[in-house]
């Protein structure tokens, strides 16, 4: 089992490294599934709006739900989610050679999301790479059995791990 993790502290750092990391392995011709993340900054609200690109080949899924202005609190969009984790499942077979996710976020931690997209990658032998925060880093690190690695949040650092 080939699975690696990543964190940062900024807000939307983590999306950008993964993105940069994604779109790399993709130009040295590495076939990479899974999602990115890139966010919009919406000017008239203070939260960006928040897509998915399904990669290799799209679509690119909003997942975040507008609110209204001055909303707090979750605002992803479950079906949206949903929609995206079937996406890449329908990608995923034993010919990737990376699965990359965005996030090991909540939903996953609690047995949803992308968790058993993860797993199916795990029985093909893809190499996965995680983004996750500190919130749901136990439960990330429970679901691997204490086998996911750790990897600096540089996309340099995540292709020394992929290629080792």
């Given at each position: 089992?080939?699975?690696?993790?990543?964190?940062?502290?900024?807000?939307?750092?983590?999306?950008?490294?993964?993105?940069?990391?994604?779109?790399?392995?993709?130009?040295?011709?590495?076939?990479?599934?899974?999602?990115?993340?890139?966010?919009?900054?919406?000017?008239?609200?203070?939260?960006?709006?928040?897509?998915?690109?399904?990669?290799?080949?799209?679509?690119?899924?909003?997942?975040?739900q507008d609110l209204g202005p001055e909303?707090?609190?979750?605002?992803?969009?479950?079906?949206?989610?949903?929609?995206?984790?079937?996406?890449?499942?329908?990608?995923?077979?034993?010919?990737?050679?990376?699965?990359?996710?965005?996030?090991?976020?909540?939903?996953?931690?609690?047995?949803?999301?992308?968790?058993?997209?993860?797993?199916?990658?795990?029985?093909?032998?893809?190499?996965?790479?995680?983004?996750?925060n500190t919130l749901n880093r136990a439960?990330?690190?429970e679901f691997c059995g204490g086998e996911?690695?750790?990897?600096?949040?540089?996309?340099?650092?995540?292709?020394?791990?992929?290629?080792?």
């Amino acid at each position: 089992m080939k699975i690696a993790y990543t964190m940062t502290k900024g807000k939307g750092d983590l999306d950008q490294i993964l993105y940069r990391f994604a779109k790399a392995q993709e130009a040295q011709g590495v076939h990479v599934c899974g999602v990115v993340q890139v966010n919009s900054d919406r000017p008239d609200c203070r939260a960006c709006d928040m897509d998915v690109d399904v990669m290799p080949d799209g679509p690119t899924i909003r997942i975040s739900q507008d609110l209204g202005p001055e909303a707090r609190g979750c605002r992803l969009d479950p079906a949206a989610l949903e929609q995206a984790v079937a996406e890449v499942q329908t990608r995923l077979s034993d010919d990737v050679a990376l699965l990359v996710l965005n996030k090991f976020g909540k939903h996953e931690a609690n047995g949803r999301g992308f968790r058993d997209t993860i797993g199916q990658a795990m029985m093909l032998d893809v190499p996965v790479v995680c983004g996750v925060n500190t919130l749901n880093r136990a439960a990330f690190e429970e679901f691997c059995g204490g086998e996911a690695q750790y990897v600096e949040p540089t996309p340099d650092a995540l292709d020394a791990w992929f290629k080792s």
